[in-house]
């Protein structure tokens, strides 16, 4: 079975700067400072931030599901500007799915805004189908909004 859930977050903030802190590994420095209550602990096992590179994400103590999930970046697209990573150990793939993809993909609104779409595919057996409905957005949802809000405050001051 094959399946995918998205949403989408508006953050006043221009694309491109949106995106200089997703596509690097700053993205993993602002989630270790501003919402360990939710993704615990991002550490980098391997790489600089481009394809190829490996964080494990411990999970805060009481966030309902698996406690940990490592994943790998297999794509980062500047023109698009498009991350894609799998989830290779903990995570969903604990619960029984083949395969589950991750994409971020920041969207230009105009000149002072932009969306960031998060995505979520996956695939898991037929037979363990009520499973798929434990996959959700919230932590992408909460991470893009936190991350909006650190953003747009850091533009206010500087101007």
């Known amino acids: 079975m094959h399946g995918h859930l998205s949403q989408d977050t508006l953050i006043k903030v221009p694309a491109a700067v949106v995106w200089d802190v997703y596509r690097t590994l700053e993205l993993a ?21 481009g394809v190829g590179t490996i964080l494990n994400i411990t999970f805060a103590p ?9 994943e ?8 698009m500007r498009v991350k894609e990573s799998e989830n290779i150990e903990g995570g969903y793939k604990d ?14 609104k105009d000149a002072e805004s932009c969306i960031v779409r998060s995505t979520i595919e996956y695939e898991i057996d037929d037979k363990l189908k009520e499973i798929a409905s434990q996959v959700n957005t919230k932590p ?14 850091k533009m206010r001051s500087s101007n």
């Open 62 to 70: 009481g966030i309902p599901g698996p406690t940990y999930l490592s």
């Open 29 to 49: 420095r602002l989630l270790n400072e501003l919402l360990q209550d939710v993704f615990g602990k991002i550490e980098v096992v391997q790489g600089d931030g």
């Open 95 to 108: 619960l029984g799915f083949e395969r589950c993809r991750f994409r971020l993909h920041i969207i230009e």
């Open 72 to 79: 790998i970046f297999t794509k980062i697209d500047d023109e």
């Open 140 to 153: 992408q949802k909460i991470m893009n909004g936190c991350i909006g809000k650190y953003l747009e405050e």
